[in-house]
């Protein structure tokens, strides 16, 4: 049966964990459980399918692994748009969104999902108010933990502010 043993090097404990033969996890059952993390994935008309279903995958797969392993899930995935509703992809595939949050985003990860036009300067999807609550829910203290995008949707990142002085890769 492998085991991962894990060694707290201020106290000397140790904890044995991994799965047993019948893959039945083996994890101290005394885990003090983390807190959440809201991870907030904004999706603007003509959205890509893939730049905002991905991610949302990714995070519910580890939501699914801490379940079998008997921990509570650590992620909360809202999709939100301004105004919330309905958003058409540039596939045409509609996606059920939230309004933006305008509150309880400290710890939080903001993803911006690439969209079809968002690196055109004169891009209606990408608006005045959309860009402020971007660059709101990056900076101050009550900013986000974590703000990342996929695709085209490092533009709205540029147009915030949030890349200002920074490299990035995209």
């Not at 939100?80 to 400290?106: N, R």
């Not at 203290?141 to 490092?154: F, L």
Request: glycine share 10%.
């Amino acid at each position: 049966t492998p085991l991962l043993d894990v060694s707290d090097s201020d106290d000397g404990k140790s904890a044995k964990m991994g799965h047993t033969q019948d893959s039945t996890p083996n994890f101290p059952l005394t885990s003090v459980p983390a807190a959440t993390i809201d991870v907030w994935l904004l999706v603007l008309p003509g959205f890509a399918i893939l730049d905002a279903t991905g991610p949302a995958q990714v995070f519910s797969t580890a939501n699914d692994e801490a379940r079998d392993a008997r921990l509570p899930p650590p992620y909360i995935i809202h999709m939100v748009s301004p105004g919330g509703g309905l958003v058409m992809s540039a596939a045409g595939v509609s996606l059920m969104t939230e309004p933006l949050p305008t509150d309880g985003l400290a710890g939080s990860t903001l993803i911006m999902v690439g969209a079809r036009g968002m690196e055109n300067r004169n891009s209606p999807v990408i608006t005045p108010d959309i860009v402020r609550w971007v660059a709101a829910a990056g900076s101050g203290g009550k900013a986000v933990a974590r703000c990342c995008s996929v695709c085209t949707g490092a533009f709205l990142l540029a147009r915030s502010g949030l890349l200002d002085g920074r490299r990035a890769v995209t």
